[in-house]
Nanobody, 124 residues
Framework: VQLQASGGGLVQAGGSLRLSCAASGRAFSSYTVAWFRQAPGKERDFVAV????????YYQNSVKGRFTISRDNAENSIYLQMNSLKPEDTAVYYCAARWQLSLSQSDPTNYQYWGRGTQVTVSS
């Protein structure tokens, strides 16, 4: 599986962005896919995940109610709609995937495939 993230950019605080993660390969619906982010000088942090199969979702507390993760299996794509953006959301955002991952979905070490990041910058 190859992943390609896109959609980042520069936005003012309070604005919105929609990130996309396009995947190649078959059986995409059987992959759990997550978004992580990494700010300069910081560790890579979990943002949101959508499970394979039923598509259950889970979010980091700081983005709950502002970010929405979704998937379109027909298009082999995952999306992260980000609203009410804050300067602390500034980071490089990465999408990651793992075949039928059901446990510890917020742990980046459990993911097998990673896309190149896309920069999100939120100005105050």
């Amino acid at each position: 599986v190859q992943l390609q993230a896109s959609g980042g950019g520069l936005v003012q605080a309070g604005g919105s962005l929609r990130l996309s993660c396009a995947a190649s390969g078959r059986a995409f619906s059987s992959y759990t896919v997550a978004w992580f982010r990494q700010a300069p000088g910081k560790e890579r942090d979990f943002v949101a995940v959508i499970s394979w199969g039923g598509g259950n979702t889970y979010y980091q507390n700081s983005v709950k109610g502002r970010f929405t993760i979704s998937r379109d299996n027909a298009e082999n794509s995952i999306y992260l709609q980000m609203n009410s953006l804050k300067p602390e959301d500034t980071a490089v955002y990465y999408c990651a995937a793992r075949w039928q991952l059901s446990l510890s979905q917020s742990d980046p070490t459990n993911y097998q495939y990673w896309g190149r990041g896309t920069q999100v910058t939120v100005s105050s």
